[in-house]
């Protein structure tokens, strides 16, 4: 029945037109790939996909198949997905705002950490002469304690506390000098991320980047966990495989990756979100294609979930 449907369709528009009242026709496919038309749809057909086609055999309308189980989990899965990616989307652009309103090139960014830098170094400075003072003290204090107990005699209590006094200073002075260190660290780390955030967001080819909700998704996501909570190496790789499936990225930042908005019938749209879940981080990737018929059979055929499958061995 299959192979004849052409001809199946043309005998009953024939049919159709030779009657007083041209009615509507629907088409649809069993689970054995053989297709159907009739101008009524039986209960058992009424879940499946259907198109209405017109008396000339125009496809005047489609009704998708209901959704199973499995598909309305991943559907909620995705549902989800877009949320967080709308918070990470909301979360990057207002701190790519405050970026571009503090800064106005690289320049600007190394002039402000050469600033902090020098803060920090005199305090360094400050706390290795104090725990120099303190070491000088509690050998001072010390020689006096053993002097009193060649004698004898009882160690003052003075003496006792003074010590005790010197050798906090040296504590303190010694954990001062491991924080400021750790601030210069902190400090060289966010102003190269700054400014390497500045000049990709003069690369960035869209200044108002979204999340594209209007478009049909692929009900499958890739997921890639991340050994040890390090996702970086794998974020690499997984947005070097977005690129080389011709979705070149609008927006970018650590933990998001958008792609342009599919519009064309074979267009895919791959975009990749990294997400934290209980103690673990995964990469996950999504698939978007265009809101249109022929958008939807991209989604669903063979090709875009071979995409999936190619996704999830990137760790391998």
Request: proline fraction near 3%; charged fraction near 30%.
């Amino acid at each position: 029945m299959k192979n004849n449907s052409a001809l199946i369709l043309g005998t009953i528009l024939i049919s159709l037109c030779n009657t007083s009242i041209a009615e509507n026709l629907y088409k649809w496919v069993d689970r054995s790939g053989n297709v159907f038309f009739s101008d009524k749809v039986t209960p058992k057909d009424s879940h499946r996909k259907l198109e209405t086609l017109n008396n000339k055999g125009w496809v005047i309308n489609t009704k998708e198949a209901a959704k199973t189980p499995f598909q309305i989990k991943q559907f909620k899965e995705i549902k989800e997905l877009q949320k967080t990616q709308r918070s990470l989307l909301k979360e990057q652009l207002e701190r790519d705002t405050a970026l571009l309103k503090t800064f106005r090139n690289e320049s600007d960014i190394d002039t402000l950490a050469n600033s902090k830098f020098e803060i920090i170094r005199s305090n360094i400075s400050l706390a290795t002469t104090q725990s120099d003072i303190a070491k000088k003290q509690i050998v001072l204090h010390q020689k006096t304690a053993a002097r009193f107990e060649r004698q004898g005699k009882q160690i003052p209590k003075k003496t006792i506390n003074k010590l005790r006094s010197a050798q906090a200073q040296l504590s303190k002075s010694k954990q001062d000098i491991v924080n400021f260190k750790q601030q210069e660290r902190d400090v060289t780390k966010q102003f190269t991320d700054d400014k390497a955030r500045l000049k990709s967001l003069q690369s960035l080819t869209s200044k108002n980047p979204e999340i594209h909700l209007d478009t049909t998704p692929h009900l499958s996501l890739g997921t890639l966990p991340c050994k040890n909570n390090d996702c970086m190496p794998l974020w690499k790789k997984a947005h070097a495989f977005v690129i080389s499936k011709n979705s070149p990225s609008i927006f970018s930042s650590v933990d998001l990756i958008l792609t342009k908005k599919p519009t064309l019938r074979r267009d895919r749209g791959l975009s990749l979100t990294k997400v934290q879940k209980g103690s673990d981080a995964y990469i996950i990737m999504d698939i978007r294609c265009a809101n249109s018929k022929g958008g939807r059979e991209t989604c669903s055929n063979e090709k875009t979930a071979s995409l999936i499958t190619e996704f999830n061995q990137l760790d391998h």
